[in-house]
């Protein structure tokens, strides 16, 4: 296997755990204020992603600059083509950000109500808009042999690509609510575990007609591929795991679901990694978008020492952030970990 694969398929990688990872971030962004009835309920909802969030955006910068540093010509075209979609991406994340920190500045109602709205807007807009740029990729953008794209904005919204999209935004839903369940006790536990529960079903479907879908787009076939199989067993896995109160092993199932869903947009657009629908002569592939072999090496041996060294530390913050979050009136009148 060559580096030029190798990093296709480390990019793959990246994408998958930044989607398994910020998943359940988005999620419990869009759900705070559906699990949480109450401020001090909302606060501990969104506590449960308090130490974590901003280390697992970090794979997305990382999937980013992989991607500028292996492939420039895929960077260069796929940034070019999707500039407005990245703008308002970028203004999701943002929004989210600042929210986390913003929303408890003040005391007054309207302030905190606004700083939710945009949390839950931000939350939303961010898996949506990346899962719209990830089938982009695979269903096709109109690209000339220059490598540039001659479409407009309307061009990235099609069907299929909306539908991809949306189909994210579910996996958000029912990963953020799975570790809501998993994070936090009593009656803020069991709403995230009933909530989790009933958008199995939605989810589930959504899924399998993506796969499906996808299969038509790509292979002409009209039967799901084994990975896309794999989620929707996983998510009624998930269904049942809830049932049994089995949150953990829950969690575990709809992070297996979103990641084949995620690496079933990249295993399918290989050996392209930009499809053009002008001409498929005109496809940014492997081979002709990458780096020089030089470039690939110096980038293998710096993630080979560093990237496990990320991972160990990221790890190393979830084992000290394990333990279940209360409500004050619940923990006995102070907030703290049960």
């Not at 589930?204 to 591929?225: K, M, N, R, S, Y």
């Not at 809830?242 to 092993?249: A, I, N, V």
Request: net charge neutral.
């Amino acid at each position: 296997m060559g580096l030029q694969v190798f990093w296709f398929i480390a990019i793959a990688v990246l994408w998958t755990g930044f989607f398994v990872l910020e998943g359940f971030d988005f999620g419990v962004g869009m759900l705070h204020g559906v699990i949480g009835k109450t401020e001090a309920e909302q606060r501990v909802v969104t506590g449960t992603i308090g130490p974590v969030w901003d280390g697992n955006e970090v794979w997305l910068i990382v999937a980013g600059a992989g991607i500028f540093a292996a492939f420039p010509s895929w960077y260069a075209t796929m940034f070019s083509s999707l500039y407005l979609a990245m703008v308002l991406l970028l203004v999701a994340l943002i929004v989210r950000g600042v929210s986390f920190e913003f929303r408890g500045k003040r005391d007054g109602a309207t302030w905190k109500k606004t700083w939710s709205r945009l949390q839950t807007a931000g939350s939303l807009l961010a898996p949506l808009l990346i899962g719209i740029a990830l089938a982009d990729l695979l269903h096709g953008l109109p690209i000339d042999s220059s490598e540039e794209f001659t479409g407009n904005f309307w061009d990235l919204l099609s069907p299929y690509s909306v539908f991809a999209g949306l189909t994210l935004v579910l996996l958000c839903v029912l990963h953020g609510a799975t570790y809501v369940s998993v994070k936090t006790d009593g009656e803020l536990r069991e709403r995230a575990r009933r909530l989790a529960r009933r958008s199995t079903v939605v989810t589930g479907a959504a899924v399998l007609l993506f796969g499906v879908w996808t299969q038509v787009v790509i292979h002409h076939g009209a039967f799901p591929d084994f990975l896309t199989v794999g989620a929707v067993l996983a998510i009624v896995a998930s269904s049942w795991l809830l049932g049994d109160r089995r949150e953990g092993w829950a969690f575990a199932m709809t992070a297996f679901a979103m990641a084949a869903t995620v690496l079933t947009f990249f295993i399918d657009l290989y050996p392209n990694v930009m499809v053009s629908s002008t001409d498929a002569a005109y496809n940014l592939t492997v081979q002709n978008a990458s780096s020089a072999p030089y470039a690939l090496k110096v980038m293998t041996i710096v993630a080979i020492i560093f990237l496990p060294a990320v991972m160990i530390y990221q790890g190393w913050t979830y084992h000290v952030f394990r333990r279940r979050l209360m409500t004050p009136a619940a923990a006995g009148g102070a907030p703290g970990a049960s």
